[in-house]
């Protein structure tokens, strides 16, 4: 019955995991809030501090490096103003300090809707890698690159490749590679905590401008925040939302094979130019039931590891990514928090039921093979004693032939 503790292990890990529910950022978890700053599309932006000093607040993302240069030239870092003036790296230095001791994830950015961030070629490739961490994360330390924030490091890389338009961007899946070369290298922050690599991606499978990296066996993601919006395929088009297209991906074909998944959305519909925008209420019982979905298809029993190309059960749901921080309140992020972190406890109680269903069904069919084993046993002693019982009286009876026989002919009896 190994099946079974294993299972009763797993179901166990769950129940303690949707006990918790106040925990920060946890990429175990279906409930986590990601918000873009740094842009502020609405013109009100307030201090990164601000948006960290939320509860319900997981991963911020530091939006644009809006020019990479595969030269000696330094990446180009664009901040828009705050609600305290023009954005001052120093000072968002300390607030990524803060960030951190917050529990937070925050990340940097490279794209957006404008250009001046193309890969060219392999070698401006493997040099913007370099760059990105000699500025930004582990390396450069010395005096030898310009790091807007100092000696800190940030938890990783997000890439919003938005150009060139409709072309496959050939030479990403080089720069993730080699970044994750000098993550590897360098044995990640301190060595011990490990950088991550994310994209935001358009919602239509496979976006074009990331079809080679989702292709490319070297391209490492651990999550994608999916903008599903100024697109078709938007939860407002219900016939073509296709996070599930999106899922498939990360369960049978993704090189992470615990690969999270965010729903990208504006915070406001004057947050997307091209649509897409759905009223908070129904973001929310679309996220329940994409939850639902995907929690449905896991296979408690086996266990919290990783899936696998053959394990077409793992739930890549992550959390809502919104665009940007600037239209989002507190009361609205404590709300998303709250109703993530219901329905992922709601889906995981209701497969777990279901998986207590499906192992007692496979416990009762145990029991009954099991038991025609026996009989069959039962039956074979059976045939073998009365085997051996025949095979007995043969042997006595070739003995008495032989010996018996002879002496009765000879008087010796």
Request: some cysteine; overall charge neutral.
């Given at each position: ?49 601000s ?55 925050v990340l ?13 070629s ?72 490990d ?31 999916i ?38 959305a ?14 908070l ?39 809502i ?44 069919a ?15 002693r ?14 006595v ?9 002879p ?7």
């Amino acid at each position: 019955m190994a099946f079974v503790q294993k299972y009763l292990l797993a179901l166990a890990v769950s129940v303690l995991s949707i006990s918790n529910l106040t925990c920060g950022y946890d990429l175990g978890r279906a409930d986590n809030v990601a918000l873009y700053w740094g842009q502020s599309s609405q013109g009100t932006q307030e201090p990164l501090e601000s948006y960290c000093a939320r509860e319900s607040v997981d991963i911020v993302i530091i939006s644009f490096i809006a020019q990479l240069v595969g030269n000696e030239k330094a990446p180009v870092l664009h901040l828009a103003s705050t609600t305290n003036g023009p954005t001052n790296p120093a000072e968002v230095a300390e607030d990524i300090k803060y960030c951190r001791s917050q529990g937070k994830k925050v990340l940097i950015s490279i794209g957006g809707a404008g250009t001046g961030y193309e890969l060219n070629s392999p070698a401006e490739a493997t040099a913007a890698a370099d760059q990105i961490w000699s500025t930004f994360l582990g390396g450069g330390k010395g005096g030898s690159y310009q790091r807007p924030f100092g000696d800190i490091e940030l938890d990783g890389v997000d890439l919003d490749i938005e150009s060139p338009v409709g072309q496959p961007g050939e030479y990403w899946p080089i720069f993730i590679d080699h970044l994750r070369s000098l993550y590897s290298n360098e044995g990640g922050r301190d060595g011990k905590i490990d950088y991550l690599i994310t994209a935001s991606p358009q919602c239509p499978f496979p976006d074009v401008i990331f079809s080679p990296a989702l292709k490319d066996k070297r391209s490492w993601f651990d999550m994608l925040f999916i903008q599903f919006y100024n697109n078709h395929c938007t939860p407002s088009n219900r016939d073509s939302f296709n996070f599930n297209e999106w899922a498939e991906w990360a369960r049978s074909a993704s090189l992470n094979p615990t690969v999270k998944l965010f729903l990208g959305a504006p915070a406001s519909p004057n947050a997307a130019n091209a649509g897409g925008y759905v009223p908070l209420p129904d973001l929310l019982t679309l996220a329940a039931e994409t939850i639902e979905d995907c929690e449905n298809a896991r296979v408690f029993w086996r266990g919290t590891g990783a899936a696998t190309a053959s394990n077409s059960t793992y739930n890549p749901f992550g959390g809502i990514a919104f665009w940007d921080a600037s239209w989002t309140t507190s009361e609205m992020t404590a709300t998303v928090k709250t109703s993530l972190s219901a329905s992922w406890a709601r889906a995981a109680a209701a497969a777990s039921v279901n998986g207590m269903k499906r192992l007692s069904r496979r416990a009762t069919a145990v029991v009954k093979q099991a038991t025609v084993a026996v009989s069959a046993v039962a039956a074979a002693r059976q045939i073998l004693s009365r085997g051996l019982l025949a095979c007995h009286r043969v042997y006595v009876l070739l003995v008495c032939r032989r010996v018996c026989t002879p002496l009765v002919r000879s008087g010796g009896w």
